[in-house]
């Protein structure tokens, strides 16, 4: 067996070499969010693209510990607080409509936009005529602006998105979407709407695409301008031609269904760690302590669980307390002082470890994409408490596949969530979904990881030429796209038709009626 090792190890090895090419390339990042979710993403694919030799430039608001040999960081410096003022409030805003929600993204992305533009590291790498690129790695996130990175350094852009296809993921690819079947992301509808659920999704995409256009795309023109002065391509030309490939955190296995055009490719769930690591000592030693296995609860890395409702939080507590299990919870600050032999709090948890681990009955989440992705791949069942941005969507797939349970907040009380609770752990059924969905998650020719490393590697070696990727769509206005104009035709003629048969047909009956005779009247003899 042991002299298989040194050949299975030559064999993966030219595997990996197969897959990820072996020419390095200089390879700018940038991940400019300040949610730390979406870093984590950005920064699992840089420290991949690091480790097969490519030189790694990564502008990001946070630093990355033990970053690889060929791995730079530029930081975004922030001065606003739209973000943290936003998490402060969340929960108070899970009542919001969203179209407000909608609206009020507007200056979390402004803010994210111009602290990208305006760091002095941001500045100085701009301004530098030493610095080349062969490629930028970009998150898209309404920040259409910073596309001018990739004319500036004129290079290919692989976009990447935390969320699964979005609308404007769609903008940049031409991926379509169909309004009858695919819902918003906003929206925290099924595959299967309803009439009114239909309506609702067409209209909030028509609201969408007014706001994009009289509010974003605006704001983001002026940044363009004011920082790409002597871009060869314009905002709108990126936009259309700019993104080479985008690299999407979804897959078919745990999503609904939807078109893609060849340029949006599927890489859900590259962050997860196929290999499980050793857990800290502590958390290994209260888990398999725990007789009857534990449950772990997080709300995520941005919504700060200490602003909840204390009512709520009570609620929480006490049906924790009953619980069989033991329980793991992040909380972000020291005020949940709880019995140390039933609970361990701490701010910082391995998550995708912890969901590793054999003896965790349940994961309590906020429904988080990379969340979902770490419970499918570990096949952990949950009970999600959604509270922003795509996590009702996430939910409701959740709910619909039938391997949770939602409780909404506004609805979070001592009764509904203990009966979540004790519905996701009592019946089997939620766990051998699961356990079903990991298995066809699981079942791909390629990890997500090699997958994502191919298409960069792809665009790479094609350049300007992997515009054979590129959707004919983007070549469309809205109308032709649609097909309105053809509608409009249509229906003239059709309207023109009706209209002189209508007209013909009168004159019919009206000659008729001259050429009748009176049958009062009698021929005078």
């Known amino acids: 067996m042991a002299c298989w090792m040194p050949l299975a190890t030559l064999l993966l090895s030219a595997i990996s070499v197969f897959i990820t090419g072996n020419e390095a390339a200089r390879i700018l990042g940038i991940f400019p969010t300040t949610s730390k979710s979406h870093w984590i993403l950005g920064t699992a694919l840089a420290k991949e693209l690091a480790k097969a030799g490519h030189e790694v430039t990564v502008i990001s608001p946070f630093k990355l510990q033990n970053p690889p040999e060929n791995y730079r960081e530029i930081e975004i410096e922030y001065s606003g607080r739209a973000f943290n003022d936003a998490m402060d409030h969340i929960f108070e805003s899970t009542e919001n409509s969203v179209v407000s929600n909608l609206f009020q993204m507007r200056q979390y992305v402004e803010e994210t936009t111009n602290a990208t533009l305006t760091s002095p590291a941001v500045q100085r790498l701009l301004q530098s005529p030493n610095e080349m690129f062969d490629l930028l790695l970009l998150e898209i996130f309404m920040d259409d602006a910073l596309l001018g990175f990739g004319d500036r350094f004129q290079c290919p852009i692989v976009g990447m998105s935390t969320f699964g296809a979005s609308t404007f993921i769609n903008d940049l690819t031409g ?56 871009a060869t391509r314009s905002m709108d030309e990126m936009r259309r031609h700019g993104v080479s490939v985008v690299l999407i955190n979804s897959h078919f296995s745990m999503s609904f269904l939807r078109p893609y055009s060849p340029n949006v490719i599927e890489v859900g769930g590259f962050h997860v760690n196929r290999e499980a690591n050793s857990l800290p000592q502590d958390i ?88 979902c992705t770490e419970a499918i791949y570990h096949g952990v069942p949950i009970v999600a408490i959604p509270i922003f941005g795509d996590q009702p969507l996430n939910a409701a797939r959740v709910a619909q ?125």
């Open 175 to 230: 991926t379509p979407q169909p309004l009858s079947y695919v819902p918003h992301q906003m929206l925290s509808y099924t595959s299967n709407m309803t009439f009114w659920q239909r309506l609702v999704n067409v209209a909030f995409h028509g609201v969408e695409a007014i706001v994009m256009r009289y509010i974003y795309l605006p704001m983001m023109q002026q940044y363009y301008d004011t920082f790409f002065p002597h």
């Open 284 to 371: 290994r030693t209260f888990i398999e302590n725990s007789e009857h296995g534990v449950l772990y609860f997080s709300l995520g890395g941005n919504v700060k669980p200490s602003k909840m409702d204390p009512r709520k939080r009570d609620a929480i507590i006490r049906v924790l307390s009953r619980a069989q299990q033991n329980i793991i919870w992040k909380w972000d600050d020291e005020t949940l002082l709880l019995d140390e032999r039933k609970f361990l709090v701490r701010r910082w948890l391995p998550q995708d470890d912890i969901l590793a681990h054999p003896k965790v009955r349940l994961f309590i989440t906020h429904g988080g994409l990379l969340s």
């Open 401 to 525: 596949a039938g391997w949770g349970v939602t409780v909404a907040y506004g609805e979070l009380d001592e009764r509904s969530f203990e009966r979540a609770i004790n519905e996701v752990l009592q019946a089997e059924r939620y766990r051998l979904r699961v356990k079903q969905i990991s298995e066809r998650y699981r079942d791909q020719p390629l990890t997500p990881m090699q997958t994502a490393m191919f298409w960069i590697e792809y665009v790479l070696r094609h350049g300007k030429s992997a515009e054979h990727l590129r959707s004919p769509a983007q070549e469309l206005s809205t109308f032709e796209y649609n097909n309105l104009d053809v509608y409009v035709l249509i229906a003239t003629v059709s309207c023109t038709a009706i209209v002189l048969f209508i007209s013909f047909l009168k004159q019919i009956l009206i000659s008729q009626n001259h050429s009748t005779p009176n049958p009062g009247t009698k021929k005078n003899k």
